[in-house]
């Protein structure tokens, strides 16, 4: 075979005869052991990322972090969809662990973090990161209120609801009623928030104010007047949207089953097409801040207020309450009938017979007068 002219050995020429040079010698080749060290500090570098930093940190002690349960109390916010490295973050920032790393390393391999949720917390400053994360699993140091106005809810009811289940006072209640202005309500109201401060169930954080959590309030109704579009389905009735509120509040002290509710919004439509006086109970209540009973006496019938429906014509002047979604639906969705009387027979079930006649309607009434000869309810 011809010589290529090349040294496989050298990589380079060879010299005639091909044996004047010595072949090049073999680098050293570096121990197994060695090599497969650093492959396996590679790979777990490159694959267990900050996780693997905390293990190999714990073989150096770990992040710094404090011992034992704390000193001073500090209010805490862990925001809703907060991780862990954020969580680890604010705690720092709020002196309550020394690191953020010895946090988050913990919330990384403790199964516990994960039952962690968004709201405030009373912690302590100074605290383990162990004694940090139990704390805020701990539900006794979530320190938020919730207040739950039921439908119908009157503003003084309301008043004394948010003062028992949060730390608002009553007297800083009453004085951000006395400035409507500052409320956001809507030009219809007149500066009036009855029949405006939704009834929901609302979270109140700490540091929340009187005139803030009134004014969430007063939002969450334009919100639902907006989602079921009461202005111009109200027109459509010939209504406005605040004479819709004022029918919708008149429906939850009237009815008591939500298939009544239509119903007695066709009641209430039918008589103020013809003409008559709506006679409602509920609305002359209002002004006597009658309690107890669904009746009326003569006396609280002949009140001159335009809340007394026996004595004005017409809607009255405004809500007298805060209605919930479904009356307001009802009130802008009335069922189709012909009827001019209801009356509650049965106060204990909600059971209603509505009627055409006023004949009929005595029928009915008698038929109550029956059932509260036996029962406590009337």
């Known amino acids: 075979m011809a010589d290529s002219g090349l040294d496989l050995m050298t990589g380079g020429p060879s010299e005639p005869g091909g044996h004047g040079r010595r072949r090049a010698e073999t680098p050293r080749r570096k121990p197994w052991g060695r090599r497969i060290l650093v492959l396996v500090i590679v790979l777990a570098i490159a694959f267990g990322g900050y996780a693997a930093y905390g293990k190999v940190s714990d073989m150096f002690g770990g992040p710094a972090d404090y011992s034992g349960q704390g000193t001073a109390k500090v209010t805490v916010e862990v925001p809703k969809g907060a991780d862990g490295q954020q969580i680890a973050n604010i705690l720092k920032k709020a002196g309550v662990v020394e690191t953020a790393e010895a946090f988050y390393q913990l919330a990384l391999k403790d199964s516990r973090f994960q039952s962690v949720q968004a709201g405030f917390y009373q912690l302590r400053r100074e605290m383990s990161s162990e004694a940090a994360l139990t ?12 207040v739950t106005i039921p439908e119908g809810s009157r503003v003084g009811q309301i008043v004394k609801l948010i003062a028992a289940g949060s730390k608002i006072k009553q007297p800083d209640l009453l004085a951000a ?24 169930t609302y979270t109140v954080v700490p540091g929340t104010t009187a005139t803030e959590l009134l004014r969430q309030m007063v939002k969450k109704t334009l919100d639902v007047a907006k989602s079921l579009d009461i202005g111009t389905r109200a027109k459509a009735l010939g209504l406005t949207g605040e004479q819709i509120i004022t029918v919708a509040s008149i429906l939850e002290y009237e009815a008591k089953k939500d298939a009544d509710y239509p119903k007695v919004a066709r009641v209430l439509y039918n008589r103020l097409d013809a003409g008559m006086a709506l006679q409602l109970d509920s609305t002359v209540s209002y002004v006597s801040n009658r309690k107890g009973d669904v009746f009326t006496t003569p006396k609280e019938r002949a009140d001159p207020s335009k809340y ?8 009255p002047p405004g809500p007298i309450g805060s209605p919930g979604e ?53």
């Open 326 to 378: 479904k009356t307001i639906e009802a009130a802008l969705n009335p069922a189709d009938g012909s009827w001019l009387y209801f009356v509650a027979v049965n106060l204990d079930t909600g059971e209603t017979i509505f009627s055409n006649t006023f004949a009929e309607h005595n029928v009915a009434v008698a038929k109550l007068q029956e059932y509260c000869k036996t029962s406590d309810a009337c």
């Open 308 to 315: 007394n429906t026996y004595q004005n014509p017409g809607l």
């Open 135 to 146: 704390a805020l699993i701990d539900k006794g140091n979530r320190i938020e209120g919730k």
């Open 177 to 200: 009623l006395d400035k409507p202005e500052s409320l956001g309500l809507p030009k219809v109201a007149n500066l009036n928030p009855e029949g405006y401060l939704f009834p929901a």
